[in-house]
Each structure stands twice: as C-alpha cells, then as structure tokens.
C-alpha cells in the first residue's frame, strides 16, 4: 500500500479552475484602484484575491503531488455526477430557461414540483401541497413583505 494520498477525479481540474478563477478575480480587484495607496477602495478586494489566488496555488501543488486514482472516466462519472445531483442540475437549468415564459410564479411552482417529487418520492398530491405552501411562502415574502416585483412570463401574461 502506498503512502502517497491519491488524488480524487476532478481534483486536479477543479484546483486548476480555483487557481484560474482567482487570477480574474486579482485582476478585477485590480481594476478598482490598483496598487495606487494602502487606503484605496480596492485594496481589501486586492488582498482577499491575493489570499484565494495563494490558497488555490497551494491547493494545486497538494493535487499535483498527490498520484491519480484510478478508475478513469466511470469513476469520475459515479463520483462527480451521481444521477441525483445530474438530475437537479438540469432542472436548475430547465428552471431558469422556464422562467421567461412562464414567469416566476408558474416556473417555481412547476420546478418545486418535479424537484420534490424527484427527491422526495412521496404521494403526488402530498408534494403538490408542500409545493403550494412554498411557493405562497415565496410570494408573501417577497411581494407583498419586500414587495419585490417578480418577473412575469410571456407565456402567461395577465393570469399570475
């Protein structure tokens, strides 16, 4: 047995993308005001960058020192994309695509739904009434407690 730790699937590429996302986030908080003086608006965003752009190095050299696991693709698809949260990704996805058409109240109401059925597993008409209770949850906060003007469908204008 080896007492080299091995790295996981995605590890390395995750570590790059961390790295990756770092420097542009440095170089966004750069754009702010620079290295022009240490009580410059920037300079806080330029040090936290600083820290995520060091932490993410070290990160990165952990991943590249480690050796890599093995298993492939089909241990990179049942550790990095279980059915489950592959699933709930894509509707995420079919939710936001929704929204325009259908408006905010009919899409969630929609996507609260299928994503509890899907994970919840129980009596349709069950999740049908937590999915309801949400959603006037959702709609008395918002509306009428911060009155915040929820976006309406095209699909649906003048019903919701």
Do not use: N
């Not at 241990?75 to 695509?97: E, H, K, N, S, W």
């Not at 919840?120 to 949850?137: D, K, Q, Y």
């Amino acid at each position: 047995m080896s007492s080299r730790a091995q790295r996981r699937p995605g590890e390395l590429a995750f570590a790059v993308a961390l790295l990756a996302l770092s420097l542009w986030l440095f170089s966004e908080a750069y754009k702010i005001s620079g290295f022009s003086g240490l009580s410059t608006p920037g300079i806080f965003p330029m040090l936290a960058t600083g820290l995520m752009v060091v932490c993410s190095l070290v990160i990165l050299l952990k991943a590249l020192a480690m050796t890599p696991a093995g298993g492939g693709l089909r241990r990179f698809l049942a550790d990095i994309t279980p059915l489950r949260q592959t699933v709930m990704v894509v509707l995420v996805g079919l939710y936001i695509l929704a929204m325009p058409y259908l408006g905010f109240l009919a899409a969630s109401g929609v996507f609260l739904f299928v994503s509890i059925q899907f994970l919840w597993r129980r009596s349709p008409w069950l999740t049908a009434l937590v999915s309801l209770a949400g959603l006037a949850a959702i709609h008395v906060v918002f509306s009428l407690v911060f009155q915040v003007v929820l976006p309406k469908g095209t699909l649906l204008q003048g019903l919701f």
